[in-house]
């Protein structure tokens, strides 16, 4: 059984992940009107994923006793300066929700819910996953600048992206 405070904790969780998934929808689109092909089809798996960590929530939430709560979402942000500025955005985003998930975990703690807490690990280590990913792309694009033929590249290349990190290599 979960307790309020667990179950107001992951209700916003499952708010904070539907609103990535928003925002990640957000920015497929605005790449693929862009002619962006590649990496609007990486934002659209993306945005895929976060419905997929919402989803997840819910279904924990309700199986545990609780009710999942659907919510109203924030409108996303629709247009971006550049292709940096739109991966800059990203990866605060998965800095922001690291940090949810951190204070998520805190409570569960403090409430002595080591079911929930068990569970939210997986969170944990997908959260360094995606920070991982979103810095890669980040120096890669710094690396590129104004050069179109490092754009093209990129664009067609960001979807075979692999970025290993140290949670992921550790034994099960
Ligand atoms: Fe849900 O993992 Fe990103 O935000």
Redesign the pocket.
């Known amino acids: 059984m979960l307790s309020k405070s667990v179950q107001d904790a992951l209700n916003k969780q499952i708010r904070?992940?539907a609103e990535?998934?928003q925002i990640?929808l957000a920015m497929a689109c605005w790449a693929e009107v862009k002619g962006l092909e590649g990496i609007s089809n990486f934002m659209y798996e993306?945005s895929d994923?976060?419905r997929e960590?919402?989803l997840k929530l819910v279904k924990f939430v309700n199986e545990r006793g609780g009710h999942a709560k659907i919510s109203d979402l924030k409108e996303p942000n629709v247009a971006f300066g550049s292709i940096k500025e739109m991966f800059e955005k990203l990866f605060n985003?998965?800095v922001?929700?690291?940090e949810s998930?951190n204070d998520l975990v805190h409570i569960t703690l403090q409430e002595k819910d080591y079911a929930t807490h068990n569970f939210l690990q997986w969170?944990v280590a997908?959260?360094i996953e995606?920070e991982a990913v979103a810095r890669t792309i980040l120096d890669k694009i710094n690396m590129i600048g104004d050069d179109k033929g490092g754009l093209y590249l990129f664009d067609r290349d960001i979807n075979n992206l692999t970025v290993t990190t140290a949670a992921a290599n550790q034994p099960e």
């Open positions: 904070v992940e990535s998934s990640y993306q994923e976060e960590h919402m985003h998965e922001f929700v690291s998930i969170y997908e959260q995606e």
